[in-house]
């Protein structure tokens, strides 16, 4: 089970750490990823991580403005974002896979992120 939640309204140029509580399994070597979806557009990959290695990959188009970390004991996975702009507004998702996978399998509940201009 996983469940995204830290989302809310931000002004643009501020920052917003977004949480992914993951539970029901162990995630050793698992990918937890990040995307989000705005309203009348596709899911869009932000990034993701390596749960054993804590190794992380972005989108290019957010890459200068993500951190995406985790806390192995607590299976905590975090999604920072700086330098926010109106177009990041959006549901903002976790999400899991396997390493061996090419899809994201296991989805939670989105937490809605709204940036004022």
């Known amino acids: 089970q996983l469940q995204a939640f830290g989302g809310g309204l931000v002004q643009a140029g501020g920052s917003l750490r977004l949480s992914c509580a993951a539970s029901?399994?162990?995630?050793?070597?698992?990918?937890m990823g990040w995307f989000r979806q705005a309203p009348g557009n596709e899911r869009e990959f932000i990034g993701g991580?390596?749960?054993?290695?804590?190794?992380?990959w972005s989108a290019d188009s957010v890459k200068d403005r993500v951190t995406i970390s985790r806390e192995f004991y607590k299976n905590m996975v975090y999604l920072q974002m700086n330098s926010l702009k109106p177009e990041d507004t959006a549901v903002y998702f976790c999400?899991?896979?396997?390493?061996?996978?090419?899809?994201?399998?296991?989805w939670g509940q989105g937490t809605q992120v709204t940036v004022s201009s």
């Open positions: 991580i390596a749960w054993n290695t804590g190794r992380t």
């Open positions: 999400s899991a896979k396997s390493s061996a996978s090419r899809e994201y399998m296991y």
């Open positions: 029901g399994r162990t995630f050793s070597n698992w990918h």
